[in-house]
């Protein structure tokens, strides 16, 4: 029961690089990780190296840029999903997206003292168009003035590690639940639909208890969506390398530092609390029981973190 419960809990989450689209694997990451899924070197799929972590300043300058409203955007569960070529091509789509979110969620942390209280977690499940939305997200956070934004290593995390990082994860390390500190989280995601150019890519937003967003927040962002005429950003931005190693700090302003955190460390401590991986870890390799499981990451970001906790942990 315990290990069918374990099952459930991760096929919630999924990995897109399983998806029906082979080809496009190495558009998704860069080559080391895909190296990782078939047993390469350490990456993104196992525990995040830590070594020599650096901190470089990648100082841009905050900017207003005028805008128009989109039409259609609105929210459905949580987040809005299109077609990966209207995220792409049709010009301010993303900016004017992340700009109308942020204009519902920071005025609930406006004039805060707790500077930390500024702190979003921005990560996606390695779909098509992942990495350029994140660069594209990190400039107009810096231009909102965002302290502190924890990208994932390669820049990948599953909806319920996001959760747990924002419930959990304090500077520097993780802590327990509910002393979290980040106001939220943007996931990049598209649920279970197929990714690639030509299929889907969606952007959720995670409130401050890391649920997702409800109703009332998502109508106010369509709201705002047919209001705005303009985002905040940053000019001369240098690109943030998403592989770097865990604990890499990146000043894209003077105000604003990216943060490269570990994508399992918070999850994987959530689930230990929920589940007793002794127990599981005997019951996984007792011969005579024979147990046998198929995994289908179904299109998520779910592959990377079921080899953590099947193959390492358990």
């Not at 955007?73 to 942020?102: A, C």
Request: glycine share 8%.
């Amino acid at each position: 029961l315990l290990m069918l419960r374990m099952q459930t809990f991760l096929l919630a989450t999924s990995f897109s690089l399983l998806q029906s689209h082979p080809p496009l694997t190495s558009h998704l990451l860069t080559s080391r990780v895909v190296q990782s899924i078939t047993g390469g070197a350490q990456d993104a799929s196992s525990s995040s190296p830590r070594s020599n972590p650096t901190s470089t300043r990648l100082f841009g300058t905050r900017i207003t840029s005028p805008t128009e409203p989109i039409e259609g955007m609105r929210p459905g569960t949580s987040g809005l999903r299109k077609k990966t070529n209207v995220w792409s091509d049709t010009p301010h789509y993303v900016e004017n997206f992340i700009q109308s979110i942020l204009n519902v969620a920071l005025p609930a942390v406006t004039g805060t003292t707790n500077t930390e209280k500024k702190t979003m977690i921005v990560a996606g499940d390695g779909r098509y168009y992942n990495t350029p939305a994140i660069q594209t997200m990190i400039q107009i956070l810096a231009g909102n003035d965002i302290s502190e934004i924890w990208i994932p290593q390669y820049g990948i995390m599953s909806t319920p590690a996001v959760s747990a990082a924002i419930r959990r994860r304090v500077p520097d390390t993780c802590g327990k639940d509910g002393d979290g500190v980040a106001m939220g989280g943007i996931v990049l995601t598209a649920s279970h639909n197929p990714g690639g150019p030509t299929e889907d890519f969606g952007i959720k937003y995670n409130e401050g208890l890391g649920q997702p967003a409800g109703e009332e927040f998502t109508e106010a962002v369509y709201k705002e969506s047919l209001a705005i005429t303009s985002y905040e950003t940053i000019s001369e931005y240098k690109e943030v390398d998403l592989s770097a190693p865990v604990g890499t700090q990146y000043a894209v302003t003077p105000t604003c530092t990216v943060t490269i955190i570990d994508p399992f460390e918070d999850y994987v401590n959530c689930l230990r609390e929920c589940f007793d991986f002794d127990k599981l870890k005997r019951f996984s390799s007792d011969s005579k029981k024979g147990f046998r499981m198929l995994y289908d990451g179904m299109h998520g970001a779910g592959g990377p973190f079921a080899r953590r906790v099947l193959v390492e942990e358990l």
